[in-house]
Every structure is written in C-alpha cells, then in structure tokens.
C-alpha cells in the first residue's frame, strides 16, 4: 500500500502486575484496513488502548507516522489524527444525534468527513439526528458513535468490538460502512472476536492469542483451519505468511 501509518516495535503492556502484551509487532499501511482477531482476554483492546495513550507501553516502541508516540498524551494523539470508537460506544446522552457528532469535530482537523459526509455515509443518523440518544439502540448507537469519531478527521481509526451485542442484521450494516471510510482514505484498524466479519473487510489480519501475534497474513492467503488453530492456540502456528 506504500506509506507506513503506524508501526508497533515489539512492545509489553501491563497494568499494574500484570502483563498483557508481550513483544507484539505490527504495522498498519497509509488508506489501509487491518483486522486485530483473537478471543476474548487476547490483548485486542489493550492493543487499541496503548495506541491511543491509554495503557502503559513498558518496552518497545509505537511509531506513528515518522513520531515515537512515547509520552505523549493520550488528548495529543487525538490532534495529531488518532481517533477509536471504543467498546461500549461512549456517547453523550443527554445531547441529540447531531449534537454528538458536533463534539467529535472539537479538534478542528481538516479533512474530507464533515457533518453532511457523515450523514450521507450513515443514511440511518440522517434520520435519527434531531433525536436525542438516550432511546436509542446498540446498533445506532455504534453508528453514531463511528461518525462521531470520524468528525474529527482521523488519518488512523480504531475500531474496538464494534459487533459486540448486536444482532447480525446491525452488524452487517456497520461494517459495510468500513469500506466506504477507507475509500475516503482513513486507515482502518478493526479489533473483532468474530472472524468473519473482521476477514471480510480488511486487507490484512493479525490474531492474538494471550498477548502474542500467533499469525499474520491476508484474508485469501491463509487457510481457514490455520486461522482457527491460531486464534484457539490449537498449535505452535507462529508468524504466518
């Protein structure tokens, strides 16, 4: 794809006592989607929380752009183009579904997602923005909390169990949205329990199993059944293709 976006050097993260990753390496490509796969307790999210300054990196690097993001804030990181949607969505209910994208547009970064962008990108917020969001369901929820996050104009979206407690129909309609914001040219990280749905929208895979890279490769590439025995630590599968 050219052009590095973010790229982690081996890195542990604890909290407190104790450690839940070791040695991770990846990078993520410029207008790139990449699907962190694993179990639930694999690091996905801990993953996602130490790019965004919110878990202690106690070695190792993460180099976004050409920047060692070491020290810097986590509020930094955002300016600096770095968004999440994370698990549990996070919105404000006590303002409307307009108002809430509003806030995500608090960093006044430019770029191509303003608020009519958005809501031509989820038709379903278009129809919803006058209301206010503490009736709403999980599935608009995390679709407002996706368009909130992307109204600050990230270069790097990170996407933490975005299908967690929704019912297949919402699913299938979030992540047919994740093609449609990298084609905007956002690069996408995608953190998923299941396969499927984090397979069919990324150009690239990485499964955790218990805070370690237990493989990497494309979707096409890399056999169902050695993707099964890496996320389940069926086998000593280690590094990939």
């Given at each position: 794809?050219?052009?590095?976006?973010?790229?982690?050097?081996?890195?542990?993260?604890?909290?407190?006592?104790?450690?839940?990753?070791?040695?991770?390496?990846?990078?993520?490509?410029?207008?790139?989607?990449?699907?962190?796969?694993?179990?639930?307790?694999?690091?996905?999210?801990?993953?996602?929380?130490?790019?965004?300054?919110?878990?202690?990196?106690?070695?190792?690097?993460?180099?976004?752009?050409?920047?060692?993001?070491?020290?810097?804030?986590?509020?930094?990181?955002?300016?600096?183009?770095?968004?999440?949607?994370?698990?549990?969505?996070?919105?404000?209910?006590?303002?409307?579904?307009?108002?809430?994208?509003?806030?995500?547009?608090?960093?006044?970064?430019?770029?191509?997602?303003?608020?009519?962008?958005?809501?031509?990108?989820?038709?379903l917020l278009?129809?919803?923005?006058?209301?206010?969001?503490?009736?709403?369901?999980?599935?608009?929820?995390?679709?407002?909390?996706?368009?909130?996050?992307?109204?600050?104009?990230?270069?790097?979206?990170?996407?933490?169990?975005?299908?967690?407690?929704?019912?297949?129909?919402?699913?299938?309609?979030?992540?047919?949205?994740?093609?449609?914001?990298?084609?905007?040219?956002?690069?996408?990280?995608?953190?998923?329990?299941?396969?499927?749905?984090?397979?069919?929208?990324?150009?690239?895979?990485?499964?955790?199993?218990?805070?370690?890279?237990?493989?990497?490769?494309?979707?096409?590439?890399?056999?169902?059944?050695?993707?099964t025995d890496?996320?389940?630590?069926?086998?000593?599968?280690?590094?990939?293709?």
């Amino acid at each position: 794809m050219g052009d590095t976006m973010i790229t982690i050097n081996s890195i542990d993260v604890v909290y407190g006592d104790f450690q839940a990753l070791f040695g991770v390496e990846l990078h993520v490509d410029v207008a790139e989607t990449v699907s962190i796969i694993g179990a639930n307790g694999a690091g996905k999210s801990t993953l996602l929380r130490a790019i965004c300054g919110l878990a202690t990196v106690r070695s190792g690097s993460i180099v976004y752009r050409r920047d060692d993001l070491a020290g810097v804030p986590a509020h930094r990181r955002v300016s600096a183009g770095i968004s999440m949607v994370p698990e549990g969505r996070r919105i404000f209910p006590s303002l409307t579904v307009e108002e809430n994208l509003l806030v995500g547009a608090h960093t006044g970064r430019k770029g191509p997602w303003t608020k009519d962008a958005v809501l031509q990108t989820f038709p379903l917020l278009e129809r919803l923005r006058k209301r206010n969001t503490d009736g709403l369901s999980g599935g608009e929820r995390q679709t407002l909390a996706i368009g909130r996050a992307l109204m600050a104009n990230p270069d790097l979206l990170l996407l933490d169990e975005v299908s967690l407690g929704l019912a297949p129909v919402v699913v299938k309609q979030v992540y047919e949205a994740i093609p449609l914001v990298q084609a905007q040219g956002t690069t996408v990280v995608v953190v998923e329990q299941d396969v499927n749905q984090a397979l069919s929208v990324c150009n690239r895979f990485y499964c955790l199993l218990e805070g370690r890279i237990s493989l990497t490769g494309r979707p096409g590439d890399v056999p169902k059944e050695q993707i099964t025995d890496a996320y389940f630590g069926l086998s000593s599968v280690e590094g990939g293709h």
